[in-house]
């Protein structure tokens, strides 16, 4: 079963606000380890009682602000982490995207689900409405919930909320980061350059040489590695990366329209185009129908992720595979590993292989063919 929250739209990406009233932590007393600090000391620190504390821990909305932000920062002072005997756990895992509405996310959903379900939990959504965080709120929410674990998607923490996490021990994995997540954050990805370098050695060993490129965001560790292993495709071949016919897109439909528009009007388009992802392909097939081009015989087209629906459309759709249900899979495995077993040794960094799925989208080029 699956709940879906409303986006937290008010803090843009990347910002993480403070109220004004937070004081600034007193350091853990010398000679004393920060890890030792309990619930009694930090609500001395802070001024408060410890039954305070507790409720700042639980997540509970009957706390001042400023109270409850000097106490975080207290918390974080001292590294504070619940033992994970007295964090009672709802049966739970939080599912957090970067964006929600697309076939992509219905695979990752899907993974999740499969592991919950045999764990005898439940799915909770959220989205961070395009952002690389969720909004400041979102984490006291699932510090009041109390999951059994995180699984952000394409997003990530920023340093209080990740301290906020910790300190109620609920354990969070990332799958497909959107950039680094640190050495000790445990993230599930792909093998996102050798895909990308897969699809574009495919398309220069039928031929094509001038091979343009759709991208996503550059902002995503991703988009950034599918696009360098197209270049060190074209490379390798001996073939120059001719900038104008690399194309930004955002992985949605509309921007592989238009980027797609823009490559095959050209008087010397390219005979092939790498997108950075399916829906982006798509988008690229409605440019050349548009524009009367047959696929593959006047442009070859090759994807990535190998959505359902790469299959259904005409012609099928050379892409990527990435295992994106696989990759969920591992992702909710990994957190229930890391809320069972504290302190247990566990992969922190994990990238699944993709596979080069040939179907009917491309072919020779024209000039190789005659």
């Not at 007393?29 to 920060?34: E, I, L, M, T």
């Not at 984490?139 to 996490?165: K, M, T």
């Not at 799958?175 to 993230?187: I, N």
């Amino acid at each position: 079963m699956t709940a879906r929250e409303p986006a937290e739209t008010r803090t843009p990406p990347g910002e993480t606000r403070t109220p004004q009233s937070a004081t600034k932590a007193t350091p853990p007393s010398a000679g004393r380890s920060a890890q030792t600090a309990t619930l009694a000391e930090i609500a001395r620190e802070a001024g408060v009682s410890a039954p305070t504390v507790s409720k700042v821990l639980n997540g509970r909305a009957d706390v001042a602000p400023a109270t409850r932000a000097r106490v975080e920062e207290l918390l974080r002072a001292h590294g504070y982490r619940r033992r994970r005997a007295e964090a009672s756990r709802s049966p739970l895992i939080d599912l957090v995207f970067h964006e929600l509405e697309s076939a992509w996310a219905m695979e990752v959903i899907r993974g999740v689900e499969n592991v919950a379900r045999d764990a005898g939990l439940s799915v909770v959504l959220s989205e961070s409405a395009g952002r690389l965080t969720p909004g400041r709120t979102w984490a006291d929410q699932v510090a009041a919930r109390r999951p059994h674990g995180v699984i952000l998607v394409l997003s990530g923490l920023d340093e209080s909320q990740r301290a906020l996490l910790t300190s109620r021990s609920i354990p969070f994995v990332v799958m497909d980061p959107a950039g680094d997540p640190g050495a000790d954050v445990p993230s599930i990805g792909a093998t996102n350059w050798q895909g990308g370098l897969a699809a574009t050695r495919h398309l220069v060993d039928l031929g094509h040489r001038r091979i343009g490129a759709i991208t996503g965001p550059s902002r995503m560790m991703c988009s950034r590695a599918r696009l360098d292993g197209y270049r060190a495709a074209l490379e390798t071949a001996g073939l120059p990366v001719e900038q104008d016919l690399i194309r930004p897109g955002d992985f949605h439909h509309e921007t592989g329209y238009r980027q797609g528009l823009e490559l095959l009007r050209r008087p010397d388009r390219p005979t092939a185009v790498f997108a950075g992802n399916d829906l982006q392909a798509l988008g690229l097939y409605e440019a050349a129908r548009e524009l009367g081009l047959r696929i593959p015989e006047d442009v070859s087209v090759v994807g990535f992720d190998d959505l359902p629906i790469a299959r259904w459309v005409g012609p099928p759709l050379t892409t990527v595979r990435q295992p994106l249900t696989e990759m969920a899979e591992a992702a909710a495995k990994l957190v229930l590993d890391l809320a069972r077993e504290e302190g247990a040794p566990v992969a922190t960094r994990v990238e699944l292989a993709t596979s080069l799925v040939v179907r009917s989208s491309t072919g020779k080029p024209q000039s190789v063919q005659q």
